[in-house]
């Protein structure tokens, strides 16, 4: 028996595709990665370094649905594909960082843009732009024994079965490799980390109702349906 005075916190896992379930232990997601996406908000994509923000490791939700958050009324999706992380360390060369993937997830990072905006025009923290719960529709995560490291494709989202995002895993600023290199620079990674890769243009709001569904080149489907 362990000496916890209240009962231990649930560790998050993500589905494996085949079998068993992926630990996570942190969930770092990266802003503005496409340049489509950076200028329709409002920013210049050049190649300044890239920065990140986290959600929570128990706002990833593989249940298939995503029930409208609190506290807004303009919820936005962002189709992302998730890199899972089998081993860590600081300082990783770029040559070396895809040694430490264990596979790759279709998933969305569902923004409060409402409160999302008003934090940006204060100068203030995300975390209740982003970082709500279940914010992170997530699922199957794929293996690279089984997809490889996925870094060209087609990126889509579709909301009631019209395409709203497109674009290609070859259009992102900062290559899953330098993502990973960079962040080990700044934070001890560790196996459970799962990375955020950045979304392409045409993000835009959801209602109740709505089905969402991502599709990544090489990858199985994430569904959605809003709630
Ligand atoms: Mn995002």
């Known amino acids: 028996m362990s000496d916890y005075v209240i009962p231990a916190p649930k560790i998050p896992t993500i589905p494996v595709d085949g079998g068993g379930e992926f630990p ?47 506290q807004t009324s303009d919820v936005h999706y962002e189709v992302e594909m998730a890199v899972a992380l089998k081993t860590g360390g600081t300082n990783i060369a770029t040559e070396d960082a895809l040694d430490h993937v264990f596979g ?23 975390e209740i732009g982003k970082a709500f719960e279940r914010s992170g529709p997530i699922g199957p995560l794929q293996r690279v024994a089984d997809v490889g490291h996925p870094d060209n494709g087609r990126v889509e989202l579709l909301v009631n079965n019209e395409v709203q995002q497109e674009g290609d895993l070859n259009q992102m600023i900062w290559k899953v490799p330098e993502m990973i290199s960079y962040l080990s620079d700044f934070f001890e990674l ?27 080149a090489g990858l199985k489907s994430l569904t959605v349906k809003v709630t």
Request: glycine share 10%; net charge negative.
């Open 104 to 126: 790759y997830a279709p998933c969305l990072d569902m923004t409060r843009r409402d409160l999302q905006g008003e934090a940006k025009k204060k100068g203030r923290p995300w």
């Open 24 to 70: 996570v232990r942190r969930v770092y997601c990266i802003g503005r990665n496409y340049a489509a996406h950076s200028i329709e908000m409002g920013d210049d994509p050049d190649r300044d370094p890239p920065f990140f923000f986290q959600k929570n490791p128990n706002n990833l939700d593989a249940s298939g649905d995503f029930p409208y958050p609190s």
């Open 190 to 216: 560790e196996p459970g980390d799962v990375i955020m890769s950045g979304t392409p243009s045409g993000v835009g709001p959801i209602q109740k109702g709505d089905v969402m569904v991502v599709n990544i």
